[in-house]
């Protein structure tokens, strides 16, 4: 899978996760791909000064973003 793809990929699975961050009043945003493993996104709204946004990181945006590129190893929060 070339990195354009993966790019491609990784935004279905925060179009498919955003709905949910925006009922609660937050969104996310990709900022970069490091070596089509490393996922670096923004969490905004809301979910800045959410107790759960880990949670969320983890269980739901890292979840489903390796669900669309498997071989993405780990996502992570750059702080705004």
Request: glycine residues 6%.
């Amino acid at each position: 899978m070339t990195s354009e793809e993966i790019k491609n990929n990784v935004e279905k699975a925060l179009a498919e996760i955003r709905p949910f961050l925006e009922s609660d009043g937050g969104n996310i945003s990709l900022i970069d791909i490091e070596d089509d493993k490393l996922v670096k996104v923004q969490l905004e709204g809301a979910c800045v000064g959410c107790s759960v946004n880990q949670m969320t990181l983890k269980s739901g945006v890292e979840m489903t973003i390796k669900k669309y590129a498997p071989q993405i190893e780990q996502v992570i929060n750059i702080e705004a």
